[in-house]
């Protein structure tokens, strides 16, 4: 192979991304990258959400690296502050510290077309320099605060579910929950039997399915550690389920549709008695436009008595508490606004400057696009990952990670070993891919809601229409005749 030590690559955010592709590049005999983190830990996602019931909704054995696989997870859908241990174990097993630059982000990438190299500006003004960039930034990581009026009017205290004020004892306060996506799920049993009262505002009901979550006894746990052949095979299981679960989800088809909504009806029906209630938990869109929450215990809230289902919207925020439309003033101790986040994959997270001058934005004013969800046109050397059209439905996002942090590798190993300038994929064949794509989406179920998988004017850049096996597939061999390449 080419000189690795002039090879320096740039990992961008230390989330399951950045240490899974940091993990492979070292597997891979390449020493020559850094990671960098903005914030002052790794985990991304599971570092920031730490609200009361954080936890995943795809199975651990799943939801993890395939490479280092965890046969200690204490539970079927491990928590947040599990994961984030996991993560760290992680770190620390690959010694990854050594290569990490926390507090430091990243502002601006610029490359250089003459020596084929990224300029990485931080924000303390440094410039590192980089010949090639793997971008884990994260699909939903800034939360979205709701538009709504005399939001900083409220007097008591206020936290976002992904920017959890540890300080704040809920306890016997009254609480006013705004949003009932998947943080909401999760946060509404968890806080529901502590607070004196609780007000979730719902603007739109989400479909629930069971969860069927369970703790994995400790004989299990040892066995899975000394028979790692059973690790895998549940994981291989967790998989499949999931995937062939996928069409329920993902296809625009009544029939599969009905599936989901019985599912979904039969879980309210379990937690709810009063069918009053049960109707203004109901969706009225078609099974899977939104994400699919899971939850065994989020609808059995609304039988508490110190809850209380609040469907008027929302008229604005004053000090005492929450105005609905209809006049009434919900007072609260506190606000959780459970309102999602801004999508991080759809937009460039900080100027990134390509070939001729052009900007990821610019390249992206039509809606984000790139092949394989991974390199666009004019960025050569960038490999994204998370980026558009690669966001499941319906099963573990780690699994098109995976995928991609191996293309990446493929593509890095070929630039070293070959000595090459760069490689950019060609704009015919992205533009190609992407009329693929978006050809598929029509027959997707997610056009026929809002929800955050769809950009403004309706079009969907994030979730790929298809089945995690298949991207995988697709994405296994890195296709040189794709790229236009140059060499040094
Ligand atoms: O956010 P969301 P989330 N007034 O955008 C409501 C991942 N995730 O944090 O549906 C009133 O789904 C909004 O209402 P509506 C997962 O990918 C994963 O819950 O737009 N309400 C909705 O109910 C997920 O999809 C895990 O009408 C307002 C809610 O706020 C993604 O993160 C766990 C409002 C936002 O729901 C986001 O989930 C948690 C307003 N002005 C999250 N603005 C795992 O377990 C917004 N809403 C892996």
Redesign the pocket.
């Known amino acids: 192979m080419g000189n690795r030590t002039n090879f320096p690559i740039a990992i961008i955010g230390a989330g399951f991304a950045g240490i899974g592709a940091a993990i492979q590049l070292k597997k891979a005999g390449i020493q020559s990258f850094t990671i960098f983190e903005r914030a002052s830990e790794i985990g991304g996602t599971w570092r920031d ?1 730490t609200y009361p019931g ?5 199975p651990s054995h799943v ?1 993890s690296l395939s490479f280092e696989q965890n046969p200690n997870w204490s539970r079927r859908y491990a928590t947040s502050s599990e994961i984030q241990e996991y993560l760290l174990g992680v770190v620390d097993k690959h010694e990854l510290r050594e290569r990490m630059r926390l507090d430091t982000e990243i502002v601006e990438a610029r490359f250089d077309e003459k020596s084929g190299s990224w300029f990485l500006t931080t924000n303390e003004s440094e410039t590192f320099t980089a010949r090639a960039v793997i971008a884990g930034v994260g699909g ?1 990581v800034d939360p ?1 605060y ?3 009026a005399g939001l900083d009017q409220f007097e008591g205290e206020m936290m976002h ?2 920017r959890w004020n540890h300080d704040v004892d809920l306890r016997d306060k009254r609480v006013a929950v ?7 799920v ?1 946060v509404v049993p968890s806080i529901a039997p502590i607070v004196a009262m609780l007000s979730i ?4 009901p ?1 479909w629930v399915v069971g969860k069927f979550d369970a703790l994995y006894p400790n004989w299990l746990r040892r066995f899975l550690a000394r028979v790692p052949f059973f690790l895998r095979a549940s994981r291989f299981v967790k998989y499949w389920t999931s995937e062939l679960r996928g069409p329920i989800v993902f296809f625009n088809s009544r029939i599969l549709s009905r599936i989901g909504v019985a599912l979904s009806m039969w879980n309210l029906r379990r937690q709810v008695k009063d069918p009053m209630l049960r109707r203004r938990l109901t969706p009225n869109f078609q099974f899977g436009c ?2 699919v929450l899971v939850s065994d215990d989020y609808w059995a809230s609304f039988e508490r008595e110190n809850v209380d289902l609040v469907t008027d919207s ?1 008229e604005g925020i004053e000090s005492k508490g929450i105005r609905t439309k209809d006049g009434s003033l919900h007072e609260a101790d506190a606000i959780v606004l ?4 801004k999508l991080g994959l759809a937009t460039a997270p900080f100027p990134i400057i390509g070939r001729q001058g052009r900007t990821l934005d610019e390249a992206w004013a039509g809606g984000a696009v790139a092949y394989k969800g991974m390199t666009v046109a004019g960025f050569p050397n960038w490999f994204i990952m998370m980026g558009p059209n690669t966001g499941p439905g319906h099963t573990s996002v780690l699994v098109y990670t995976e995928a991609q942090i191996s293309h990446a590798l493929q593509a890095i190993t070929k630039l070293m070993a070959e000595n090459l300038k760069y490689m950019d994929i060609r704009q015919d064949v992205q533009d190609r891919y992407n009329a693929g794509i978006q050809k598929r989406m029509k027959h997707m179920v997610w056009g026929g809601c ?3 998988y769809l950009n403004e004017d309706g079009s969907n850049h994030s979730l790929y229409p298809g089945f995690a096996a298949e991207y995988v597939l697709r994405t296994r061999k890195l296709r040189s005749e794709d790229y236009e390449i140059a060499a040094l």
Do not use: E, H
Not at 178 to 184: D, L, Q, R, V
């Open positions: 959400n954080a936890a995943c909704d795809v939801y939903l979205s709701p538009n709504i579910t992904a705004i949003g009932t996506g998947a943080s909401a999760q505002f719902q603007r739109t989400a939104k994400r929302i459970a309102t999602g986040f809002k929800s955050w």
